[in-house]
């Protein structure tokens, strides 16, 4: 089955405490993105990949780094986690970011930081 | 920054009823825009898209009204059903240079939350 696959779902954490998100899509796409979801601010981009070893920053991405050595991975860091990066995160992946670009977004991850 | 401001915030409609979610953007140079569905629980998917230079698509009981010289782009679900509850982002994509290659780049909307009662 086509899927982008999370982990962990859930995750409780306390401030400083680093810790990594996994991201895996069997979908051999290309591009790859890391957004976080808000209440009433919609979905937000944290950092994209256009393909292994490329990355570049997003709209949000003060607080988090990310790496593409496969390029079925893209794993979301957070080296000194804050109460203000509790959040829902969402990875998502696409063949190309073309004209008619489809997104497959993971299941998500609900990050709490105590 | 691109904005794509998405209103309202949440709608209640009744089964069978009309329901209408409102997209507006400033930035000329989006060049598709897609709708995203997502249950509680679950990643968006998309749902449906459409080109700047149409007016109208209509797939099933979806259909997305664009009107180009507003700027605006509208979501509207008929004979809506309990199963459509979820919430809905609008987006727009543009294009982005980086290191002299162009990539898209999706701008989401805040996200409407839709329930359709019994």
């Known amino acids: 089955e086509a899927q982008v696959t999370q982990n962990p779902r859930y995750l409780i954490t306390v401030t400083g405490k680093k810790l990594t998100v996994t991201c895996s899509q069997n979908?051999?796409?290309?591009?790859m993105s890391w957004y976080r979801q808000d209440p009433g601010l919609g979905l937000r981009q944290i950092y994209y990949?256009?393909?292994?070893?490329?990355?570049d920053k997003g709209d949000v991405p003060e607080g988090y780094k990310v790496s593409r050595k496969e390029k079925r991975n893209f794993p979301l860091i957070l080296e000194s986690p804050s109460p203000n990066q509790t959040s829902l995160y969402f990875c998502?992946?696409?063949?190309?970011?073309?004209?008619?670009?489809?997104?497959?977004f993971g299941p998500g991850t609900r990050l709490t930081v105590t | 920054q691109q904005q794509v401001k998405q209103s309202p915030q949440s709608l209640i409609v009744q089964k069978g009823g009309i329901s209408i979610i409102n997209c507006a953007y400033e930035?000329?140079?989006?060049?598709?825009f897609p709708w995203y569905q997502q249950f509680p629980g679950k990643g968006p998917a998309l749902l449906i898209a459409?080109?700047?230079?149409?007016s109208e698509k209509k797939e099933g009981r979806f259909t997305i009204s664009f009107n180009k010289s507003a700027k605006q782009f509208s979501l509207h679900i008929m004979d809506s059903q309990p199963g459509d509850s979820a919430t809905y982002f609008c987006?727009?994509?543009?294009?982005?240079?980086?290191?002299?290659?162009?990539?898209?780049?999706?701008?989401f909307g805040q996200g409407t939350i839709l329930t359709v009662h019994p």
């Open positions: 998502a992946s696409s063949l190309t970011s073309g004209p008619r670009y489809e997104q497959y």
């Open positions: 979908m051999n796409h290309e591009y």
């Open positions: 990949s256009m393909n292994v070893e490329v990355t």
């Open positions: 930035n000329t140079a989006f060049d598709y």
């Open positions: 459409i080109r700047p230079d149409v």
């Open positions: 987006a727009a994509r543009s294009n982005i240079l980086v290191g002299g290659t162009s990539y898209g780049k999706l701008t």
